[in-house]
């Protein structure tokens, strides 16, 4: 069975700073993929960033990039001069092939002006 | 404009009372998702199905059953309403492939009194 762990319940920014969320996972496969999700207030899931097991380029999407370490099973998500729509629930997802999309528990980030 | 709505916003049932919960998405999308979120617990998943009249028990399926009797619409069903299921439901679809983003419904948030 594969899990899920994020191990900080909760991250505080600045306005312009710069947080790093950490994310690990347990898996035997060789071939999946890794997400952020982002869920404000509103209770929208919107995808923040994925990442394919098999490329070893960290992914990169604006302000936020991953830190995908494949043999320690860590992914982490920076999120680079934090902005005040930053504010929200973010979950790390992992999925092996069609099937079982599974979540951590979340860290909630919370942007301070 | 891709679409996952839930038939509820918040919902309030009695303890052994039947529930259903609806899902349906715009997109084609062959799978689809319904998850259970709790504070400290991130989003459990609880049934998936992969084609109309197909589906697999998640993590937590004690309690509930589903139905997908057409490919944009899976239901969960509370047997027997009790008040641990309490919670917040999110229902999801994504298109085959486990790369492809999964889109998520606003949610539902269940009070079983």
């Known amino acids: 069975a594969q899990t899920v762990t994020q191990s900080q319940p909760e991250m505080s920014v600045q306005e312009a700073e710069t947080v790093t969320l950490s994310c690990t996972y347990d898996?035997?496969?060789?071939?999946?993929?890794l997400f952020w999700y982002k869920q404000p207030p509103s209770r929208q899931m919107i995808l923040v960033i994925r990442q394919e097991a098999y490329k070893q380029q960290n992914a990169t999407e604006n302000r936020f990039s991953v830190n995908f370490q494949k043999a320690a099973k860590s992914f982490s998500l920076k999120i680079s001069d934090s902005q005040l729509g930053d504010a929200a629930m973010y979950f790390c997802?992992?999925?092996?092939?069609?099937?079982?999309?599974?979540f951590g528990a979340g860290t909630q980030v919370v942007v301070t002006p | 404009d891709v679409k996952v709505t839930q038939s509820s916003r918040y919902l309030v049932k009695r303890t052994g009372e039947k529930v259903f919960l609806e899902c349906v998405q715009d997109m084609d999308h062959e799978n689809m998702f319904w998850y259970r979120q709790d504070p400290g617990l991130g989003l459990r998943l609880i049934y998936f199905s992969y084609d109309v009249k197909m589906k697999e028990k998640g993590d937590i399926p004690e309690g509930y059953s589903v139905s997908r009797e057409k490919k944009e619409r899976f239901s969960l069903i509370l047997e027997s309403a009790s008040t641990n299921q309490t919670s917040m439901y999110l229902c999801?679809?994504?298109?085959?492939?486990?790369?492809?983003?999964?889109?998520f419904g606003q949610g539902t948030r269940l009070t079983v009194v």
């Open positions: 999801a679809s994504s298109s085959t492939g486990a790369s492809e983003e999964a889109f």
């Open positions: 997802a992992y999925q092996h092939s069609w099937g079982k999309l599974q």
């Open positions: 898996t035997s496969e060789s071939d999946y993929y």
